[in-house]
């Protein structure tokens, strides 16, 4: 376990200098002596290809090359544009979505182990190329034998153990923290990395969001002002989730939303009403809320 942690180390550290993350860093305003450190680098003393890429981008490609909780923290700090610049929140906006799938024959071949069918015997048409990808999972638009458009969501296969390690590498830095800092203690840091730990793995389990999107289902039957999807349950498995397909405008797509005469005022009216009813009249909320999901 120890050598994997190392080699993740390592990893995480070509990822930074291949795409000069050190020099996002350097460009913030910092104490002269965080400064210094830049000079005892010994990358920066050797030649590097030049990257004809924006700080945004580079920052967007090495938190998709470290994997799913490097890019939950890309879409946490893409929803806070009142902290980043424009530039690098529209990049970060990609990662909700749009994050290069994989290869859509293992979802397949995913999607029929879990099954235990073929596509073709499960839905009426299905399309081999992603609908949407994003850091647990990607999306395919189906259609069920009984006529209904869905949409097939797949877990994306090796996960666990690149989570595993980086989760390792977060509880070292938690503990470190307490240890040396009272300010630290007073977050809870490890506490912080736990729960985290508890939420990432409950998102490779689809059964428990189906479960969620039921329940939330439930919760706001007969609504005009929230729809959730139908759920197939005959269709869902562990790493497998069926549901309705809904079409809709992205909630930060501002230019259709005033196209169609959207009522701004009411919309964030709802979107407030909506949640503050989850929260104290249901107490079970939608707990991850970034516009690709709105």
């Not at 890429?53 to 938190?63: I, M, P, Q, Y």
């Not at 990808?133 to 877990?155: C, F, I």
């Amino acid at each position: 376990m120890k050598l994997l942690a190392v080699r993740r180390l390592l990893r995480i550290q070509r990822v930074v200098i291949r795409y000069r993350l050190d020099d996002l860093l350097f460009d913030l305003p910092l104490p002269w002596w965080l400064a210094a450190l830049r000079l005892l680098m010994p990358w920066r003393w050797l030649p590097r290809k030049r990257l004809d890429l924006s700080r945004g981008a580079r920052l967007r490609l090495a938190l998709q090359d470290l994997g799913p909780i490097f890019i939950k923290f890309g879409q946490l700090l893409s929803t806070r544009r009142d902290l980043l610049p424009a530039d690098i929140a529209d990049e970060l906006m990609l990662l909700q979505d749009r994050v290069p799938p994989f290869d859509p024959q293992k979802a397949v071949a995913l999607i029929e182990s879990q099954l235990g069918a073929k596509v073709g015997e499960v839905f009426a048409r299905f399309d081999v190329e992603p609908l949407a990808s994003a850091s647990v999972a990607q999306v395919h638009a189906a259609r069920l034998k009984s006529g209904e458009e869905v949409v097939v969501k797949v877990v994306r296969p090796g996960l666990k153990p690149i989570i595993a390690q980086d989760l390792a590498w977060l509880f070292l830095i938690a503990r470190g923290a307490e240890r040396v800092s009272a300010d630290a203690r007073l977050l809870h840091p490890v506490e912080v990395v736990s729960d985290y730990e508890k939420t990432i793995y409950d998102e490779l389990d689809l059964l428990r969001e189906a479960a969620n999107a039921s329940q939330l289902k439930r919760n706001f039957e007969g609504s005009d002002m929230m729809y959730v999807p139908q759920v197939y349950w005959d269709w869902c498995r562990p790493k497998v989730l069926v549901m309705e397909r809904i079409y809709g405008i992205q909630v930060t797509d501002l230019a259709t939303l005033a196209d169609q005469r959207t009522d701004m005022k009411l919309l964030a009216e709802r979107g407030v009403e909506i949640f503050f009813t989850q929260v104290f009249r249901d107490s079970f909320f939608h707990a991850d809320m970034h516009p690709g999901n709105i």
